[in-house]
């Protein structure tokens, strides 16, 4: 029994390089890796479909303002290699606590956009379905780190309620800050989740 154990315990240490306490979830890392690439796909499509609604000059072609920024949500800037150095914890936490705000943000750009745009089904699915598999990407990882035996960040509401009552051009440039940012927090997590494949690669 004992020697069955211990070539199990061998066997572990050369899996993963490190005594862990429970087995890393390569399946699920694998299938939120997919979930991210489906997700980098529409978050273009979405930020495209929502300058087409706003008018000039969001409409205008080739319109773009990289710089644009919004104090609460999350910036994904990092510098490569902090980038690369980060744990798995603090690289699934950071994923964790950035979808916390942009799921909850993205909440008022549809309740904006169903004041400025009611007619405009396709943005409004686009939306949704955002809505929908940014809170089941966000629930996919939350499970990866219970599974991996890390503490899942909580984050507090964090949009004040200053942002109710602001002007028609202001609701549109947030709306475009969020599509904009969050397309390129999506490209960050598919390179996390290429990382994680490839550290913890499917058996
Ligand atoms: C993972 O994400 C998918 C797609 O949004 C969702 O349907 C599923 O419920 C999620 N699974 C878990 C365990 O959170
Ligand atoms: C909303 O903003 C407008 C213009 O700044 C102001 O006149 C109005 O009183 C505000 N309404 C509320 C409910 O704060």
């Not at 066997?11 to 991210?36: C, H, M, N, W």
């Not at 980098?40 to 000059?57: D, E, I, M, R, W």
């Not at 709306?175 to 990382?195: A, N, S």
């Amino acid at each position: 029994m004992s020697y069955i154990i211990g070539t199990f315990f061998i066997l572990t240490v050369e899996l993963f390089g490190d005594v862990r306490t429970a087995p890393v979830p390569t399946v699920k890392i694998s299938q939120t890796y997919s979930l991210s690439l489906m997700l980098q796909t529409s978050s273009a499509n979405l930020l495209n479909t929502y300058l087409q609604y706003q008018g000039s000059p969001f409409s205008d072609p080739g319109f773009s303002a990289p710089d644009l920024q919004l104090a609460v949500l999350p910036t994904v800037a990092i510098g490569f290699l902090a980038w690369r150095s980060m744990a798995v914890e603090e690289r699934l936490s950071s994923n964790i606590r950035a979808y916390s705000v942009y799921i909850e943000f993205l909440q008022l750009v549809m309740d904006d956009q169903s004041q400025l745009n009611p007619a405009a089904k396709d943005l409004k699915d686009a939306l949704e379905h955002h809505h929908t598999h940014l809170q089941g990407l966000k629930s996919n990882i939350s499970e990866i780190m219970t599974n991996m035996g890390f503490q899942v960040p909580v984050v507090a509401d964090t949009i004040s309620s200053t942002s109710f009552n602001v002007s028609e051009f202001q609701r549109k440039i947030r709306g475009y800050v969020f599509c904009k940012e969050l397309k390129l927090w999506i490209d960050r997590t598919v390179r996390d989740f290429q990382l994680l494949k490839t550290t913890f690669p499917t058996a």
